[in-house]
């Protein structure tokens, strides 16, 4: 089977495989991003030496890969070894990049995640709303409903509760549910309203005001800016405009309370361990250039060492430094012309979870490259000599 690469013989059956193995990677990565028992790593190596072992004969790794998907991690991790921090953290925080060697055998082969994708995201959005609903109904509280004491339990649901701090009372808040903001997209784009509605409920019970913030300009946006026709936008922007000066002023007004509210609560703290790290990279040249380290930690404000911050895009900085971030945002950037141009509706889906992401940590983790891979996948070759790997 692996002389030549997938034999004439075998071929079907082994990209078959190969698709199985991609699409499981994606929903494992989609409805278990916590991953407590490990899986999602056995099934990226398993994924990768099948395609690689497959193809030896005519391996050729691209530029972009070789650079991101390789050489990247190991820099990062051997830096941040030298600084002190653990192999086993490091590599916990920094082995994401390797999904990338994935990009290849998805565009040689035309595997489309976009089907993996969008029915993980999908059942992720209908846990919150079970989770939810069954409490409005009185089923079960959302504190022993067994579905939530499952998620709980398997360290997915990273916030439980209901109150006057979450936007409309629950605060449900799945790990991966900012992913459920680009499905949600997608059925707008196809004018699937009946199925975008649990999508669009469960972005309300998470509780977070970015996710819904964000779900409100994806449904003004996407009928917007994903057609060309005049006629259609002299429809769609006086209506949303409408709906928009009569929706505002409630929700601004709710915006502005919660904002008080929570200030005094976490807000305050934010911005103290914001001053702590921008503190901790100024202190000399080298933490400014290549910060601290991956998986590194720095004592918060709240009295204890942290090795996440909810300000994402601070908290890479501070691991990687300016150099490190000026590759970050040149990868995170390099998709969005194409997107523009081919796929608009995916732009907006992706914009969106990188502006949810600058509040939450969820800017380079698996569930982020599953939005990176689906983005490069769908909407740019990452190299012309890339289809061969």
Known sequence: MFNNGFTKLETKKSIGILQILVSALVIYCILFPADKLNIKEIIIVITLLFYLLGNKDNLKISKFILGYGIVFPIILTLYSVIRGTSLSSTLSYGYVWIYLLLLPAIKKYKIDIKKSFFSATYIVSLIIDFIMIADVLGLFTIYSNPVSIFFMNMNELQGLGKGMLATFGYSIYYKSCPLILVTYGYMIYKKKYLLSLPLLLSMFACGTRANFLMSVFITAAVPILCTDKKSKKMI??????????????????????????????????????????????????????????????????????????????????????????????????????????????????????????????????????????????????????????
């Open 236 to 389: 769609f922007v006086p209506i949303i405009f409408g709906v928009g000066i009569f929706l505002l002023p409630e929700i601004y007004d709710k915006m502005i309370a919660l904002n008080a509210l929570k200030y005094d609560r976490s807000e305050s703290i934010k911005f103290s361990d914001m001053q702590i790290i921008f503190e901790l990279l100024s202190n000399n040249v080298l933490n400014l250039l290549f910060g601290l380290g991956v998986g590194s930690s720095f004592y918060s404000g709240r009295g204890f060492y942290m090795t996440t911050f909810e300000l994402s895009y601070i908290d890479y900085l501070r691991q990687v430094g300016f150099v490190g971030m000026y590759f970050f945002i040149v990868f995170i950037l390099r998709p969005v012309k194409t997107l523009y141009i081919n796929r608009r509706w995916l732009l907006i889906g992706y914009i969106s979870y990188l502006a949810v992401a600058f509040t939450n940590p969820l800017l380079v983790t698996s569930t982020s490259f599953m939005l990176y891979l689906l983005v490069y996948s769908e909407g740019l070759s990452v190299d012309k000599k890339n289809i061969q790997l």
